[in-house]
């Protein structure tokens, strides 16, 4: 696959949108991995696990911006393991862009974008780490001219988005551990997901974070799946609601 700058994927995607979009690709892109237009959709926040066990590991962007002397995404938010919260600060690099060839059914130009990521745990944490790993983006450029995230499969056997994958590394003992996180699946999660059409984590890991997610999916009483989707629903990364 060809390597492209920041600069000239963004001439890339311009190309491909009509004249008249107003705003600017950077900003769109930008909006490609902002959580913000999750934060009431409860499932649709990433699912991540961490570890050679699959603890479950959540993590939620804040701000994401263009930065034009890094020619990188400036990349601020919250990560979680168990009650163990983090601030974290960062980069994302766009390495490659891959336009797919047109679906008669499908009216607009889809895509996928290939890059890299760093993000930095606040150091004065004793939990606290960095990550590191590639990341895939699937997009498509609306009627407008729009970047958008591509949302047109949604409800499809497996749809993902947004796949990240790397490690986290310990400030304080330099070892590392597995962590990937996504939208709707994890990329390389083995047997943690044992779903088909959806992601169904194992019964092998529900003490590892997944019982309440099993909740949502198996709960024995109406009672039950409510009040798990209220606590999957809930934005764990504002402290007024934790």
Request: aromatic share 16%.
């Amino acid at each position: 696959m060809a390597k492209y700058s920041l600069s000239l994927l963004c001439c890339l995607l311009y190309s491909f949108i009509k004249a008249h979009t107003q705003q600017p690709a950077q900003e769109q892109l930008a909006g490609l991995w902002k959580h913000a237009q999750c934060d009431t959709c409860g499932l649709q926040q990433p699912l991540g696990y961490i570890g050679s066990d699959y603890q479950r590991f959540y993590i939620h962007f804040d701000a994401v911006e263009y930065e034009p002397a890094s020619k990188s995404f400036a990349v601020s938010g919250q990560t979680r393991v168990k009650e163990y919260y983090d601030r974290f600060r960062g980069h994302l690099w766009m390495d490659s862009l891959k336009l797919i060839p047109r679906d008669e059914y499908i009216p607009y130009q889809e895509g996928f974008i290939i890059g890299h990521y760093r993000f930095y745990e606040d150091s004065a944490s004793a939990t606290s780490g960095w990550f590191e790993g590639s990341f895939s983006t699937f997009i498509y450029i609306d009627s407008t001219g729009a970047i958008r995230y591509n949302d047109l499969w949604d409800g499809a056997d497996g749809n993902e988005n947004n796949q990240f994958e790397g490690t986290w590394t310990s400030y304080r003992s330099k070892l590392s551990k597995t962590c990937n996180w996504g939208d709707y699946r994890i990329p390389n999660s083995d047997s943690l997901d044992w779903g088909a059409a959806e992601f169904y984590p194992s019964p092998a890991y529900t003490k590892k974070g997944w019982e309440n997610y099993r909740n949502v999916l198996l709960g024995e009483t109406e009672e039950l799946v409510q009040r798990a989707i209220a606590i999957e629903q809930r934005a764990w990364w504002k402290p007024a609601k934790r």
